[in-house]
């Protein structure tokens, strides 16, 4: 099955900057997606990264807050903007090759603001 | 929208422990995952069992889809097996969002 590599795998930045967060997976899959799981919590999806076209945004996340990208069918990032402590989490991204198919995960990027 | 809820929240167990993990959904499922997330954070696929039984080495899982539950048994524990055990589902609502449980947060102990 397809590898999916995530990187940074950590960071620790200061309030007011942005990190941008890249997830490669080895071969062309449907959809990628973009979690975030804050401490202690269970894993809440950001959005649904389209190839070719503006990411599918859940409610309470924004593309000016997380813009997304996504060039072609192996390959996304997702920009953290304006860093608050409050955006300390893990962030993950997904991919599955269609619907109803199981979804393999990136090992996450584990970003702390200072 | 779906509900998963999962039990128990937290379990300890000495190391060579059986235990069962229960993950509930309030509706019919076309996908249904079972994770291990790790000290590290790394999200670990265990298994994809929308219906059926499967065993990988010491881990097997159950799901019974006209009932609406799934298990996850985990046989002679190891330290290594501690982290949090997630379960995910999508249904026909809505094939591609997971929908997460709050996970059963698993210390094995020496």
């Known amino acids: 099955s397809a590898v999916i590599s995530q990187k940074p795998s950590r960071d620790i930045c200061q309030r007011g900057t942005s990190l941008t967060i890249q997830c490669q997976v080895d071969?062309?899959?449907?959809?990628m997606f973009w979690y975030r799981q804050q401490p202690g919590q269970s894993l809440t999806l950001i959005a649904t990264?389209?190839?070719?076209?503006?990411?599918?945004?859940e409610s309470g996340f924004v593309i000016d807050k997380f813009p997304i990208s996504r060039p072609n069918l192996t390959f996304s990032t997702l920009t953290v903007s304006n860093m608050s402590p409050e955006d300390s989490s893990i962030y993950l991204c997904?991919?599955?090759?269609?619907?109803?198919?199981?979804?393999?995960f990136g090992d996450g990027t584990r970003l702390s603001i200072l | 929208g779906i509900q998963v809820e999962q039990s128990p929240p937290d379990l300890i167990l000495q190391e060579g422990a059986n235990s069962t993990l229960r993950c509930n959904f309030s509706?019919?499922?076309?996908?249904l995952q079972w994770f291990h997330q790790n000290p590290w954070g790394q999200l670990i696929n265990l298994f994809y069992?929308?219906?059926?039984?499967k065993q990988n080495g010491r881990l097997s899982a159950t799901t019974v889809a006209t009932e609406r539950y799934s298990l996850l048994y985990i046989s002679s524990s190891q330290t290594t097996d501690s982290g949090v055990y997630f379960c995910?589902?999508?249904?026909?609502?809505?094939?591609?969002?997971?929908?997460w449980g709050l996970g059963t947060s698993l210390a094995v102990n020496p």
């Open positions: 997904s991919f599955t090759t269609g619907a109803g198919q199981p979804q393999h």
């Open positions: 071969s062309q899959v449907t959809m």
């Open positions: 990264a389209n190839q070719g076209s503006e990411a599918t945004y």
């Open positions: 509706d019919s499922v076309n996908n």
């Open positions: 069992i929308p219906s059926g039984t």
């Open positions: 995910a589902v999508t249904n026909a609502g809505n094939n591609r969002k997971l929908i």
